[in-house]
Structures are given as C-alpha cells and as structure tokens.
C-alpha cells in the first residue's frame, strides 16, 4: 500500500514540474476555445446589392 502512495506522490510531482516548466497553461475552462474560434474566423464579405449586374472594369474594354 505505501508503494501505491509513494508512487502518487511521484507522479503528481512530476506533473506539476512539467507543467511549472512549460510555460504559460490557461486552465480557465472552455472560454479560451470559444476565443480562439472568435479571434480566427474570417469577417463575412459585404453582400452585392440586390439587382446589381455590374461587369468587372476591364471586361467592356475587350474586342
């Protein structure tokens, strides 16, 4: 049984240097995700006005 919690003891020590050493760790829950798909989400293109059947500027120009 005392192996059992020597072996705990070790492996929580462990864990908690490894993370000491990795650098910053956000454990905030689940708001940094939802940020991250805020932050990488490209803005949606302005929609034409409806009816608008404009040609790009060097098409009327072509024999």
């Not at 929609?47 to 404009?54: K, S, Y």
């Given at each position: 049984m005392w192996k059992l919690i020597v072996g705990f003891v070790a492996f929580a020590g462990l864990a908690l240097w490894v993370l000491m050493n990795s650098g910053p760790v956000d454990i905030g829950g689940e708001h940094a995700a939802q940020e991250a798909m805020h932050k990488s989400a490209p803005p949606?293109?302005?929609?034409?006005?409806?009816?608008?059947?404009?040609?790009?500027?060097?098409?009327?120009?072509k024999p």
């Open positions: 949606a293109p302005a929609a034409a006005p409806t009816g608008a059947t404009t040609a790009p500027a060097g098409a009327a120009t």
